[in-house]
């Protein structure tokens, strides 16, 4: 690491500072009618169903079209997609063969007080759109929407059906599993055009619902035979998934809304402000504790500890770019609150590390270096099993979410008349961004301020750092 100057510390609180404010504002720009929203703040929050409540809307297809069983499954994912492309997670969408209908469930939007249940379903149940586009560009719409711009190479009416299969593709190869697709004689005549021009290239052929980017594989060969296979980082239900979007992308009849009804939130109007109350308290006990018990990095403890909180909230709202945003639920904040627990014992074992260090008699310098470097490997072990944890129960695995659900369902979660896929999810969510956030900030961060502030001569006293003496 570069030699760390006394400005350092200025610096890094001020970014964090920075960082802070805009989680927690937003930025937005209004000019008469016209309006943006560049980062969006706590009031942009979509809160759960367990928080505020929701929508209960009930669909069917138009004109009396009879689905049959797999083409309402197919809508069903076209619903789930739609939902995720809106970073909303603590939903409930299912199908119903019997009635022929699909019921939804999903919280209101931020900041509604007289939330309109009918206009927001209208979305969900229209017809989804689906294309196949060369490459992956996208570009920025009149309503400030990232949509793709990449030429359009087909279109759901051009797909005749998409099936999962499980089969050896050569010889030297071994099983895997992969989606099939069979296209009408337009679009195969369409796709045989785009895949010769593409075969070899580094331009994949995406595929979009609506606005929203499901797949994007690479052509290997020119196709003409009106079939074609996507192969992938698959399993089973992954598979069937992306088969069950195209298809539903491809189907045959619209839905029109048969019900919609607002439902009461499943924990209770004040257990958003209870939680919080309790977390600034225990925020507060763990300040003064790390104070009086660590002095000096147990000050810089509490500053990043601060920028790891703020951290976890801009992860809700989607401050990251490269990252949407989710909605909050109690589990989410359980979820925040948890993190916090790791960055707390983050910052333990390296004031603990210091205080070893700097009563063995080595120079403050050496102290605050070595005591670094040791305590990070016991806070990689602590924390890298939590970042397995949460990305298993986001499914990052391949392991699907409601393998927990059925679990979870018909136990603890049925008490609160909740589903498990969201609870599991958002708390899978929160936990990961904010162990994520604990190295960046209650160790590098830490690390830049205690050896930044360490130049000081006003800070150079040992009993700072838990010594015994000057």
Known sequence: MKKIGKSTFFIVVALIFLF????????DYAFGDTSKTYIKGVDDIRLGIDIKGGVDATFEPADDYDASEDQLKAATEVIKTRLASLGINDSEVYSDKDSNRIIVRFPWQAGEENFDPKAAVKELGEMAKLTFRKGTDTTTNEDGEEVPSGEIVLEGSDIESAAADYRQMSETSSPEHLVTLKLNSTGTSKFATATAELAGSSTPISIWMDNYMISAPSVNDTITGGEAVITGDFDADSAQKLADQINGGALPFKMNTVSTNTISPTMGEGSLEAILLAAAIAFACIAVYMLVLYKLPGFVAVIALCGQVAGSIAAVTGWFGFMPGSTLTIPGIAGIILAVGMGVDANIITGERIKEEVRSGKSLDSAIRIAYKKAFSAILDGNITNVFIAAVLMGAFGVPSSFFSKILNNTIFRMFGATAEGFVYSFGFTL????????????????LMVTSLSKFKCFKNRKLYGGNEK
């Open 432 to 447: 990961l961004a904010g162990v994520v956030l604990n190295f960046v900030m209650g160790v590098f961060a830490s690390r």
């Open 20 to 27: 802070s404010f805009t989680t927690i504002v937003g930025i």
